[in-house]
């Protein structure tokens, strides 16, 4: 019997298919559990009231409440129309717009708006999910969303409580405590991360302020600390990679630590260091607008949530050096640009991960201007798997072949979810600062083993911030490599290997042609122009984009910037510039006022 050698690729396949039938047999378990301790909790009558009650942190939108009240429901990239319809009579178009239901982030929401009208529906809409599924019935009882409703529940209690009857209150605190001995019971069913965060985030919030629950607090507060000792890496990062879930967690950390601060209690040690670490970092990840880079699913946040979780954090601002979290941030002036300069998530956990390596951001005081696709999550699959392949990112990408592969699936809740595999196995950086600005220069191999080629890019950016300045090379250095590529070669019969250069453009920004075609005007809300130059070694191209944004029915349309090439040698080098006109002042008053996020389009 002779043994052949194992294909790397293949093996991993199988374990993950292997993986991913045990992750189903584990999710449909985990479901029954969650079922069962929901109907054991409903059975308790614990104490009703308040010990103490924390004040609201959460921020909803003034401009969603009134769809609300006015009766569309805008969840998950669904919109359902139904004025005068009880929420939860609301036909259900897929499982993410009922989990966002269940969520209860919808009554951020009304409290924003305030009034008579915002404050009946939140009331109705609470009292109904008491009276469908109070009882332990329906998706709502699962460790996040119960953490993440009760959350609501007690921020939001005097608009939900005012001028409720006596039997509307009881019900109320009566179903918070059959929540929390239900969370109590099944948080460590959560998914590490921000699920688990959610949870346990919520049980210490009803442990401190409801009667009869403080015994819940201590060991929520040992488990909190013991998931960011896991989660929350050395340089205050998260497994994922993702910039928003990252805030999600710090915010959730923020308040925790609050609320506990509030009661008179201290945090524990790997709590607050946890705080400590991520608050550089997202302050690292965060653009010259406030909003924060837009990477491996991760938009860029709900508006004004950022600031106030670093306020509420007070961990003071420091000077960012190296990588945070696997990107790298350039600034000055007021220009910032970031760069995935990393690796993708590992396998595990990369079912929302993107093939982005060496994409960039690059944003102008209050205006961004060359962004990432973004994710598609909430547009369906297609836009979901577009959404992560590396030509919807601002990068170089082979045509065809994207620098990380989606692969073996995993069952994520009750839907199946794409992994990524052949990802980059090394990828460098460095970076350097001076006089006349500052500096990056990454590459990775996420082409060697299709192509033989590397992808090198150094980006510059001037001191003022007028200009940055991009130079990507395509190479096979090694003997391994040039190999490789000449097998490449050979199946495209010596044409050359294909390849383009993205440059994905906000949808604010207005672009044209320019120069007889050598250039490309980008003329920003605020008043300020730039221009697209490149060295004439890729033919320049204007095309359709889009623009994939949370809270929105459809991909807004933009523009792409595309320099496209072939390589026939063992190297090919782009060379190109991003800078303002000279007659662009270096500040501009910004007053034009913009759409707020989340407005359906």
Known sequence: MVASKADPAREQTRHMAGASRQQSWHARRGRWMNRLHARLSTLARPATGFVSQPEPRTIGSFARGKQLIAGNFLFAGYLVEAPGTAIWDLPMPAPAFEDALHGFTWLDDLAAVGDHAARSRAQDWTMGWIARHGSGRGPGW??????????????????????????????????????????????????????????????????????????????????????????????????????????????????????????????????????????????????????????????????????????????????????????????????????????????????????????????????????????????????????????????????????????????????????????????????????????????????????????????????DGRSLRGEDTLGAFSDDDRTAFDRAMDRVRLQGIPYAVRFHLYPDVDAEIDMGGAAVSLALKSGEIWVFRHDGHAQLHLEPSVYLEKGRLKPRATKQIVLSSRVVDYAAQVNWTLAKAQETPQGLRDLVMDEEPGMPG
Not at 152 to 171: C, P
Not at 255 to 271: E, F, P, Q, T
Request: glycine share 10%; charged share 20%; proline share 4%.
């Open 142 to 463: 699962s460790p996040d969303l119960t953490g993440r409703r009760m959350i609501r529940w007690i921020n939001h209690a005097l608009f939900l409580l005012a001028a409720q009857d006596k039997a509307g209150s009881e019900a109320y605190f009566r179903s918070l405590g059959q929540q929390t001995i239900f969370l109590s019971r099944r948080w460590a069913a959560a998914a590490p991360g921000l699920p688990r965060f959610e949870a346990l985030t919520g049980l210490i919030y009803a442990g401190l302020t409801l009667e009869g629950m403080d015994r819940h607090v201590a060991p929520a507060t040992r488990a909190l600390a013991r998931e960011c000792r896991q989660q929350i890496g050395a340089e205050g990062g998260i497994p994922t990679r993702n910039p928003e879930e990252l805030l999600e967690v710090f915010t959730l950390l923020t308040w925790a630590a609050s609320v506990l601060s509030d009661a008179g209690r201290v945090s524990a040690k790997d709590h607050i260091r946890a705080i400590e670490r991520i608050a550089p970092t997202l302050r690292a990840l965060r653009h010259a607008d406030g909003g924060l880079a837009r990477f491996h699913g991760g938009g860029r946040g709900i508006e004004g949530r950022l600031d106030q979780a670093l306020a509420a954090s007070g961990v003071r601002a420091t000077a960012n050096t190296g990588l945070a979290m696997g990107y790298a941030r350039l600034s000055a002036g007021r220009t910032s640009v970031i760069v995935d300069a990393s690796a993708p998530p590992a396998a595990p956990v990369s079912q929302n991960a993107h093939a982005s390596t060496l994409a960039f951001e690059l944003t102008s005081g209050r205006r961004p201007v060359v962004v990432n696709c973004g994710s598609g999550v909430s547009f369906g699959e297609d836009w979901r798997r577009a959404g992560r392949a590396t030509q919807s990112h601002s990068t170089l990408a082979i045509e065809g072949y994207s620098s990380s592969r989606l692969g073996a699936r995993r069952l994520t809740g009750a839907q199946q979810r794409e992994l990524l595999v052949e990802a980059p196995r090394e990828v460098g950086v460095q970076q350097s600062a001076g006089q006349e600005g500052c500096s990056l220069t990454a590459w990775h191999d996420g082409y060697a083993r299709t192509h033989g080629l590397i992808h090198a890019r150094r980006l510059d950016l001037s001191f």
